[in-house]
């Protein structure tokens, strides 16, 4: 039995690998949650800042990831082969090496685009709620609270949250990842109805 710090406290697995079968189409009916391995760090974190559902821990074994995937019916993203192959339809091979080609993959691969989830602590994976500006005075740098008025914290973490200069970047990178997708998926289905 594997265990590890989950955003929900201690997580313990205990699962049927043959409990779970991945089928990644457009008729994802909710959006799906993600496992991600230790080579995919950085595509964790834009996961869970599009606000995916994004498990990551760079102590997290394959083993652990394994079963996470099968008790929480989560997709695994990873690079390593023979983890595919052990996790079977469960698991999905990012073939692109480079971030922005990794985040428009999967972004097509799970038809991303079509949903619009919560967001989500790029830290820890909890959900970030809206937080009065009263209750984040002294928590903040003083230019922060004066030019800011909307805030959001973590729900697990306690981080805060709020649009700093960083977020044109930001949606700046989600929006040319989504946008080619949406795009893509527009023209094939015109093609279909054609």
């Known amino acids: 039995m594997a265990s590890i710090v989950h955003s929900t406290g201690k997580f313990r697995c205990k699962s049927n690998p043959k409990a ?20 995919l760090g950085k595509l964790a974190k834009w996961l869970r800042l599009m606000g995916f559902d994004t498990f990551y821990s760079n102590k997290a074994t394959d083993d652990f990831l394994m079963e996470l ?29 480079f971030l922005p080609e990794q985040l428009k993959e999967v972004t097509s691969i799970f038809k991303l685009h079509r949903f619009h989830p919560q967001g989500r602590c ?24 004066q030019t800011q008025e909307q805030f959001f914290q973590c729900q697990s973490c306690e981080k805060l949250y709020w649009k700093g200069t960083h977020i044109r970047h930001i949606e700046k990178m989600i ?13 094939s289905q015109e093609k279909d109805n054609g």
């Open 69 to 97: 995937t099968f008790e929480e019916k989560r997709i695994l993203l990873t690079r390593d082969r023979p983890l595919v192959q052990r996790v079977g339809t469960a698991a999905y091979f990012v073939q692109n090496i």
């Open 122 to 145: 790029s830290v820890c994976n909890g959900v970030l709620v809206s937080i009065p500006k009263s209750d984040i005075e002294g928590r903040v740098p003083p230019y922060v609270f």
């Open 20 to 39: 779970h079968s991945l089928r990644y189409n457009h008729r994802m009916e909710k959006a799906p949650s993600f496992t991600v391995d230790i080579m």
């Open 175 to 187: 929006s040319g990842t989504l946008r080619p997708v949406a795009d893509e998926t527009l023209t």
